[in-house]
């Protein structure tokens, strides 16, 4: 008979790797969160402080460095206390909570703004003269308001289904943080329910904001193939594709982990970096620090900054 002892603390067993490589994956890891944390930081002072970056389309990727400095901060410092913790890292069920509840609610988030972004960028190119007065700030603040309200709804059904469930025996995670998959595998109770609502849940969402992203990026190829200029066509589908890999990045890992039948811990586990650290670092440089507004402002603002200094 299982032993009905309540949990009270997780443990996180990391991601499968030689323990040899303990000392390097921390290093890079430690690398890759911090230039995360600094690009993002960095763009969200650069628009906020240049008048010039006042448009639908930086308001939208400030919201994005915002969602993407603090999705990495809820899950690479737990990744981080795996490796040099041979034995796993403890966390509490309040925090293990917390970090399901934010993970999700952060990701879901995200996947509407990606599916808000791409609708931005099809009313620029597709209507140019009447962007200004589609887009106003009124809309994209009641856009933007409700992809935060729709993670948050989406979040908190997420989190209540998964740990309204008892816990009365294992508490080893096979995960680098609290996710719905690999902790639904610790509870004493039947779990089909909830992985039939998580496949619909996330299915759902996921494949709706998907399908959106795709309409849009094909209504904007098709305004593309109507620039005259071949120089303006390229840069227009340059743009389009870098976009397109971001998206595809974030988007394929989360059908991989939470649609697919069956599970395995382990390919789950390393695929899951690429959706949590990987993506983090790159929405920065794809999206904003190659842009040419972008790079002008940073320059303004080192010249302050050098300024100030010298006086």
Not at 42 to 55: E, F, G
Not at 127 to 143: I, K, Q
């Amino acid at each position: 008979m299982r032993n009905m002892s309540i949990v009270t603390t997780f443990i996180l067993m990391g991601f499968p790797h030689s323990p040899e490589l303990d000392m390097l994956l921390f290093g890079i890891f430690l690398v890759i969160y911090a230039l995360t944390v600094v690009r993002n930081l960095l763009i969200l002072l650069v628009i906020t402080v240049d008048p010039r970056l006042h448009t639908p389309m930086y308001y939208f990727l400030s919201n994005l460095s915002f969602i993407d400095m603090w999705f990495s901060t809820v899950t690479v410092p737990k990744m981080l206390m795996t490796l040099v913790s041979p034995e796993g890292s403890p966390i509490s069920f309040p925090s293990c909570v917390a970090q399901l509840y934010f993970f999700h609610f952060l990701g879901s988030t995200e996947c509407f703004l990606y599916t808000i972004m791409s609708y931005d960028r099809f009313l620029d190119i597709s209507y140019p003269l009447r962007y200004a007065s589609m887009m106003s700030g009124r809309m994209c603040a009641l856009l933007a308001t409700t992809t935060w309200l729709s993670g948050s709804v989406h979040s908190a059904v997420q989190t209540t289904l998964t740990f309204r469930l008892p816990f009365c025996g294992p508490n080893q995670i096979q995960h680098y943080f609290c996710d719905a998959p690999p902790i639904l595998k610790l509870t004493c109770a039947d779990t089909s329910a909830n992985e039939l609502v998580i496949f619909v849940n996330i299915g759902v969402v996921a494949s709706g904001c998907f399908l959106l992203i795709v309409l849009s990026y094909m209504s904007i190829v098709h305004s593309i193939l109507k620039i005259h200029t071949s120089e303006g066509r390229w840069r227009a589908f340059q743009t389009c594709a870098s976009h397109c890999t971001v998206v595809f990045c974030f988007f394929v890992p989360c059908v991989f982990i939470y649609l697919r039948p069956g599970s395995k811990e382990a390919m789950d586990r390393i695929v899951t970096v690429f959706h949590t650290v990987m993506t983090p670092l790159l929405n920065p440089v794809v999206y904003t620090l190659r842009n040419k507004e972008v790079k002008k402002a940073l320059l303004k603002l080192k010249d302050k900054v050098v300024h100030s200094q010298s006086k």
